[in-house]
């Protein structure tokens, strides 16, 4: 063994030999070959080279990259294709890869020409459609001006939920699209339902892995420390204990309270849970998950369509349980999706099915109101416990505005919840997790609850700046939590109130807790729309038409300006309504309002929480 500055070499390689075996490389080769080795001392510690040993091979940029920087490029509206993103640009520069990681909302259409190696994680949302960031970005790939792209190579992870028709549709367009520009896939799309984090950690590792074998081992002495500062820049997730669909806070019942006067035509609950002890963390804006239980008629129901006893058991791989216990707990039952569709239809031979799956037009009518009962029902077929329970959908959690302000509660979390309940199909039908909510759950008992974070429906981090919130029915929840953390913040922005339901006498939701805020001051301005308290209806989006100008002077004083409720009804009012507002009080044609509208997106001052 001989030692070179301090290093112990193998036998008979010391510096004499070093230097007759790189005498006659050029400059280039010298730096190549430096980073080569250090491609490979990244690729077996695991990590990046220590800095110490990076400085002293530092090459330039023009030395020979044969992987080339991969960008990581993100579209998201709650922040899962955000998180997913960091997560494989960590893993990348954990493997000496160089990488960029960029959200679509700052992407110029334009530079995609320069791309050689992309990887995109995309949401879907509304109906098929785009995340508001993505919106640009898709609509130019899908325009005249979409550049051939016959140098990239790309790979796709496309979140989404299969509860929706069009899944993972963005993913998708975004997929279809490169490849009919001439960009070859590196490897295929994969598509995520809700419980996404398996199915990306496993696309990470493939599509790393394949990057990997195709092309040459980068420098990593070039590759390593630019790789970090990128990935660095994606602001990290508050620390915080990581409660999952998986691993849920089991959260007492501190108060469940009906919010509705009697004769309401709504039924709308507040329920506050207990948090102490569980180190969760949440922030205004954010959701709480919670895990439903199905109730029983509904278990009976599908018991009886399937012609099962209820005792029997099934396998679900780590244990085994009775077949009611599975489909109370573990199946999705009031809500009928295409992929259990599919499943069921390789199962029972009807055209009519078949029919269904092939037309999204037919198929979008049938599902609606329908039920796994309703299935069953209308297709019957022989099937043992096992298939059934294999061919559902696993029981996924449903997502609550958050209604407090964890400053104002301290070890709280209050929701506002809907009860769903409408008869269709000849069977009285109800959600499954808002009548958990409002019937099976009482003071006391333990709802499974976690955190998902929205990382863009949030306050403005300048306490100064002015909020208008227009919410309708439950869409007023996260505006209570806003209202009471600025108050506790002592934010010195104005707060303005938009609120919309039925009737003034019983569906003025937390009526009392905004008047005392007006009062105090607090609270700037309060707008009210009770729909059907007179002849002629009024909404929400007619209070903005009416105070156009103080809205408009708001915005332009810099205001954020949030939405949130019904995603079919609030949502595209409230956008057509506030692009009237701008042509009218600037001035402007309807396509330059639309534009200041759309600019409010892209700089994030207009957010919209619905659903
Ligand atoms: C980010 C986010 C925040 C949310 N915040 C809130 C909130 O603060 N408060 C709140 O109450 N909800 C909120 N929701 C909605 C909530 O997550 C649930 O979707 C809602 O409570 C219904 O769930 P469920 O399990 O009760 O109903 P499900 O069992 O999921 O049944 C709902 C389904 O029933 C069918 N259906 C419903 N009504 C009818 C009808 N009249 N006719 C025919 N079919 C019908 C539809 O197919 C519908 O998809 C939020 C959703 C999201 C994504
Ligand atoms: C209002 C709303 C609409 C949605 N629409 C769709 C849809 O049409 N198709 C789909 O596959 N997923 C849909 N989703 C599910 C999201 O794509 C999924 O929650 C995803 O994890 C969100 O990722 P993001 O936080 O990066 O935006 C929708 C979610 C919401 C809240």
Redesign the pocket.
């Known amino acids: 063994m001989t030692s070179l500055q301090g290093t112990t070499l193998p036998a008979g390689l010391d510096d004499a030999t070093l230097q007759q075996l790189s005498g006659n490389l050029t400059e280039q080769q010298l730096l190549w070959l430096s980073g080569y080795f250090y491609g490979r001392y990244a690729a077996n510690t695991g990590g990046a080279p220590p800095q110490a040993a990076a400085s002293v091979v530092a090459a330039p940029a023009a030395a020979a990259a044969p992987v080339p920087t991969i960008t990581v490029l993100f579209g998201s509206q709650?922040g899962n294709s955000k998180k997913v993103a960091k997560q494989l640009a960590d893993a990348a520069t954990g493997k000496g890869l160089k990488v960029e990681v960029k959200d679509m909302n700052d992407y110029a259409g334009r530079n995609l020409a320069q791309e050689k190696l992309m990887l995109v994680v995309v949401s879907t949302q509304g109906e098929g459609d785009p995340p508001v960031s993505a919106e640009e970005l898709h609509q130019f790939l899908f325009s005249k001006r979409a550049p051939k792209l016959p140098e990239l190579r790309y790979s796709v992870l496309a979140l989404g939920d299969k509860?929706y028709v069009e899944f993972c549709k963005t993913g998708r367009d975004f997929d279809e699209r490169f490849a009919e520009l001439g960009a070859q896939r590196i490897l295929d799309r994969v598509d995520c339902d809700v419980d996404y984090e398996a199915a990306a950690e496993g696309w990470i590792e493939a599509v790393l892995e394949k990057i990997s074998s195709e092309f040459a081992p980068a420098p990593a002495a070039t590759a390593a420390p630019a790789a970090s500062a990128p990935a660095a820049a994606v602001k990290a997730e508050p620390a915080a204990v990581n409660y999952s669909r998986k691993h849920p806070w089991e959260a007492r019942v501190l108060e469940s309270i009906q919010l509705n006067g009697r004769g309401s035509s709504k039924e709308?609950y507040h329920l506050e849970l207990d948090l102490a002890s569980s180190g969760l963390h949440y922030e205004p804006g954010d959701?709480l998950a919670v895990v439903?239980v199905n109730e029983d008629p509904l278990v009976e129901e599908v018991l009886k369509a399937a012609r099962l006893p209820e005792g029997e058991s099934v396998d679900l791989g780590t244990e085994r349980l009775p077949l009611s216990a599975v489909l109370a707990n573990r199946r999705e039952l009031?809500?009928l999706t295409r992929d259990v569709m599919e499943r069921y239809a390789a199962l029972a031979p009807h055209a009519q099915l078949q029919e269904l799956l092939a037309d999204t037009k037919q198929l979008q009518p049938y599902?609606?109101?329908r039920d796994i009962a309703d299935l069953l029902t209308d297709f019957p077929t022989e099937l043992s416990a096992q298939t059934l329970v294999e061919t559902l959908r696993p029981l996924p959690s449903?997502?609550?505005?958050i209604?407090s302000s964890l400053l104002a509660h301290p070890d709280e979390v209050h929701?506002?919840?809907?009860?769903?309940r409408?008869e269709?199909f000849g069977r009285r039908?109800?959600?499954?997790?808002?009548?958990?909510l409002a019937d099976r759950v009482a003071v006391d008992d333990v709802v499974k609850v976690f955190v998902?974070h929205?990382e863009y429906f949030k306050l403005p981090q300048n306490t100064d700046t002015d909020i208008i919130m227009v919410g309708a029915g439950?869409?007023v929840?996260?505006f209570r939590a806003f209202v009471e953390e600025r108050v506790e913040l002592g934010a010195a922005g104005r707060n303005w109130l938009l609120f919309g339901n039925p009737n003034f006498t019983t569906d003025f939701l937390y009526q009392t807790e905004w008047q005392q805020y007006l009062k105090q001051g607090k609270l700037n301005k309060l707008h009210v729309a009770f729909s059907r308290d007179q002849a002629e209806k009024i909404y929400v989006q007619n209070r903005l038409l009416e105070n156009s100008k103080e809205v408009y002077g708001w915005l332009e004083n810099g205001a954020n300006f949030y939405v949130c409720g019904d995603k079919v009804r609030l949502g595209a009012a409230i956008q057509t309504a506030l692009t009237e507002v701008v042509q009218r009080e600037a001035g402007i044609s309807a396509e330059a309002a639309a534009d200041y509208v759309r600019n409010l997106k892209k700089q994030r001052r207009y957010l919209e929480?619905v659903?």
Do not use: H, M
């Not at 449903?398 to 505005?401: C, E, L, P, W």
């Not at 929701?415 to 769903?420: K, R």
């Not at 039908?429 to 958990?436: D, E, N, V, W």
């Open positions: 709650t509860s709308t959701a439903p009031s809500v599902l609606y109101g449903r997502a609550y505005s209604a929701l506002t919840v809907g009860a769903v409408y269709a039908k109800q959600g499954a997790c808002s009548t958990f998902e929205n439950t869409g929840a996260p929480d659903y």
